[in-house]
């Protein structure tokens, strides 16, 4: 499984154009064949960070990802967006376990 973190700090002027995008972003990649999880949340000491946590079944569904439409439209728009450098990490996890509270 391939797991990707990915923190976008958003100009706060353009936070609603933002948020429009990645709601559709989101709503669409849930839909693609091999993603496990896609999830998308605002910081909550900062609602302008934007944290997307994605799960993949393997590097080919990151990869076919990648390619979509709604993926390049998000991307294209998002040097407009930030207010700062994007973080972006890949983990790749051999397993995972759900742990109960």
């Known amino acids: ?25 989101a709503e669409h990649s849930r839909d693609e064949d091999g993603i496990i ?12 960070i934007f944290r997307f946590i994605e799960q993949y079944e393997n ?6 990802h990648a390619e979509t439409d709604h993926f390049e439209t998000f991307e294209s728009a998002l040097p407009e967006l930030l207010a700062g450098e994007p973080d972006v ?9 759900a742990l109960e509270l």
């Open 1 to 25: 499984m391939l797991v990707v973190h990915a923190t976008f700090p958003i100009d706060p002027d353009r936070r609603t154009e933002a948020l429009e995008l990645v709601r559709e972003l």
């Open 37 to 48: 999880d896609y999830r998308v949340a605002t910081d909550v000491d900062d609602s302008n």
């Open 59 to 64: 590097e080919a569904a990151f990869a076919a």
């Open 89 to 97: 990490t890949q983990f790749e996890v051999e397993s995972a376990t």
